[in-house]
T-cell receptor, first 114, second 114 residues
Framework: KAGVTQTPRYLIKTRGQQVTLSCSPI?????VSWYQQTPGQGLQFLFE???????NKGNFPGRFSGRQFSNSRSEMNVSTLELGDSALYLC?????????????FGPGTRLTVT | AQSVTQLDSQVPVFEEAPVELRCNYS??????LFWYVQYPNQGLQLLLK??????LVKGINGFEAEFNKSQTSFHLRKPSVHISDTAEYFC????????????FGGGTRVLVKP
């Protein structure tokens, strides 16, 4: 079974631009979560989507948004990029349901904002 | 809100020696507990999880962890490390029946020396 894939793997953007990252979950998984990893703040939860609906949300500004499609693929968007948005963005998928817990992570997209 | 503290940011250890990585959490409700490993330039891989039942949990690659409810701890151990165990290790919690939002500790970097 193919693992979680994220595209692109690396991205360089300029302050003020916007960016869209993509995540394809493991086949049959309905939940996709996004995390931001930085040296200063560590791993922080952004949001989770399940069956095309946002189920959980972290404490990030509205510039960070996401969506999930009917095939469970997910995208996250960051508008008006700031230097502090430079990070590794990780996507994780799981079967879903209210009490499932085993998440599988993709390799991440490394975003650099200049 | 829940929180996770990993008491050691770095742990140097000699090959074939034992290692213990400490993790404490705080939460007012029941949680699931996890340990993940991250190798350089990769995503996170699940080492083991505690959901319920036996407090001693065995995971992959010879790792095990013990859940101690009274001390709110979930320490990770390996009796004999290999060079290939050099990586960063993250302890995480999620709330039961609340989706897949993981709260991570700050990570412990393990450096195995020959």
């Amino acid at each position: 079974k193919a693992g979680v894939t994220q595209t692109p793997r690396y991205l360089i953007k300029t302050r003020g631009q916007q960016v869209t990252l993509s995540c394809s979950p493991i086949s049959g998984h309905r939940s996709v979560s996004w995390y931001q990893q930085t040296p200063g703040q560590g791993l922080q939860f952004l949001f989770e989507y399940f069956s095309e609906t946002q189920r959980n949300k972290g404490n990030f500004p509205g510039r960070f948004s996401g969506r999930q499609f009917s095939n469970s693929r997910s995208e996250m968007n960051v508008s008006t990029l700031e230097l502090g948005d430079s990070a590794l963005y990780l996507c994780a998928s799981s079967l879903g349901g209210s009490d499932t817990y085993e998440q599988y992570f993709g390799p991440g997209t490394r975003l650099t904002v200049t | 809100a829940q929180s996770v503290t990993q008491l050691d940011s770095q742990v140097p250890v000699f090959e074939e020696a034992p290692v213990e990585l400490r993790c404490n959490y705080s939460s007012s409700v029941s949680v699931y507990l996890f340990w993940y490993v991250q190798y350089p330039n990769q995503g996170l891989q699940l080492l083991l999880k505690y959901l319920s039942g036996s407090t001693l949990v065995k995971g992959i690659n010879g790792f095990e962890a013990e859940f101690n409810k009274s001390q709110t701890s979930f320490h990770l151990r390996k009796p004999s490390v290999h060079i290939s165990d050099t990586a960063e290790y993250f302890c995480a919690v999620s709330l039961k029946a609340a989706g897949n939002k993981l709260t991570f500790g700050g990570g412990t970097r393990v450096l195995v020396k020959p």
